[in-house]
């Protein structure tokens, strides 16, 4: 059963930090792309940034490119999303997510999903 579970979120004052976790029970987590998305009340789930099978490619949303870091520990079998100067705008639940294809942005390409986590950014 394949599980992606994400943690890390939480309140945090705008220009904070956090760094959101995503843990994998893919049996072969290194042979999926892996993505956040966020939504936010009364809006689409939306795209945030992906990163490929190894790690060395990288995507991000126009809103978090320069402000937001993806990455992977393979070893792990996990997802990391570095998110810093954070704005109010920010406010979101945050969802893991996994695809076979790359380059991939978009919600049907993505069949695993985790629960969501929630970050909250105060102005």
């Known amino acids: 059963q394949v599980q992606l579970v994400e943690s890390g979120g939480g309140l945090v004052q705008a220009g904070g930090s956090l760094r959101l976790s995503c843990a994998a029970s893919?049996?072969?987590?290194?042979?999926?792309?892996m993505a956040w998305f966020r939504q936010a009340p009364g809006k689409e789930r939306e795209f945030v940034g992906g990163i490929n099978w190894s790690g060395d490619s990288t995507r991000y949303a126009g809103s978090v490119k320069g402000r937001f870091t993806i990455s992977r520990d393979n070893a792990k079998s996990t997802v990391y999303l570095q998110m810093n100067s954070l704005k109010p705008e920010d406010t979101a639940v945050y969802y893991c997510a996994a695809a076979r294809i790359w380059p991939a942005e978009l919600r049907d390409e993505y069949g695993y999903w985790g629960q969501g986590t929630q970050v909250t950014v105060s102005s």
């Open positions: 893919l049996r072969t987590f290194s042979s999926y792309c």
